[in-house]
């Protein structure tokens, strides 16, 4: 699964001291978008708190055979499109998903909370204190493991739905930059800046989420890019031009992979038994806000101790 966001933070950073293919400002503003997008990742980096929430949707399908709609060619689609990408067989497995959570963190300390709820129905918290993280189960059971546990056994599962504005730095250099102008969001007006990216970053997007790498492998991974027949991936960011803090990131995908290349088993199920093609739609959206004020974030109460991951989840 995709790490959610907020890997536009990252190419805030990348865009303010590289050179790319820009599309104009369309309306209003008044700042050049490489300013725009320097000083974002100056006061970006200075936070000492924030607030966020997000959503998620995405569907996962394996089949014989499969065409992509807005997905591929030589012209991308337009960055406020949504791509999808379509199964043209009957597909052999079809998973979907939808989600939503919110949480806070203090950039200071590495405090941080996490709360998801997964298909509207079942309900996962996490909370990081230093080295040790408390996991609680859709049963409400709270769980304290550390850090380097979960990392032995494969990687923190939710940990890839927190923000994350340190990956990705060259994003940026694999993108077509197109400049909104001022829009209006949740009544504020903000800069709108997109990106759609090439194969290439299309990597930089997969390979930095440590729990995909876990997952598939490595290995796995770079062959599944490199045998993309078709994709379509676009990076929204939505700026502030007072204090040029990030306020939204929305990410879109569609693709349409062959699993030929596959050379080593995927947790743990033989590449044999996968399907040929995979179609992936993702979508999601992240929005951040309660920048800098007071975060309180404290250890749950009779956490029960565990050196196993599989038991926060095995006991739900």
């Known amino acids: 699964m995709l790490s959610l966001l907020l890997l536009g933070m990252s190419l805030v950073f990348a865009l303010s001291a590289c050179q ?37 949707s995405g569907t996962l399908q394996g089949t014989t055979q499969a065409t992509a709609s807005a997905a591929g060619g030589t012209t991308p689609a337009p960055a406020t499109a949504t791509p999808s990408a379509t199964a043209s067989a ?85 993108s077509s930059i197109t400049d909104h102008g001022d829009e209006t969001l949740n009544g504020q007006s903000l800069r ?15 390979t930095s989420n ?22 379509q991936a676009t990076l929204d960011l939505w700026i502030d031009e007072t204090q040029f ?26 590449t044999a038994l996968l399907p040929p093609t995979l179609v992936v739609n993702f979508n999601s959206s992240a929005d951040l806000s309660k920048f800098n004020q007071p975060v309180t974030i404290t250890a749950p109460a009779n956490a029960t101790p565990t050196d196993d991951p599989r038991a926060i989840f095995q006991s739900s």
């Open 90 to 174: 009957t597909p052999l497995i079809s998973l979907s998903f939808n989600l939503a959570g919110n949480g806070q963190q203090s950039l200071t300390d590495g405090r941080q909370a996490l709360h998801l709820t997964l298909n509207q129905t079942t309900s996962l918290a996490e909370i990081t204190i230093g080295q040790q993280v408390y996991l609680q189960n859709p049963n409400g059971q709270w769980y304290v493991i550390d850090a380097s546990r979960l990392e032995a056994a494969g990687g923190n599962l939710l940990a890839g739905w927190k923000p994350d504005t340190n990956a990705l730095l060259a994003l940026a250099l694999h």
């Open 192 to 206: 709108h800046i997109s990106a759609v990216l090439d194969r290439e970053g299309l990597r930089q997007l997969l």
């Open 20 to 56: 790319v293919s820009l599309t104009p400002v369309q309306q209003g503003s008044q700042l050049p978008v490489g300013q725009v997008l320097q000083k974002s990742s100056q006061a970006m980096q200075k936070l000492k708190s924030l607030a966020f929430s997000l959503t998620a």
């Open 210 to 231: 440590t729990q995909l790498s876990n997952l598939l492998g490595s290995q796995n991974l770079n062959s599944l890019i490199d045998h993309t027949r078709s994709f």
């Open 245 to 270: 803090y990030l306020h939204r990131v929305q990410l879109k995908l569609a693709m349409n992979a062959d699993t030929s290349g596959l050379q080593t088993p995927i947790a743990g199920v033989a």
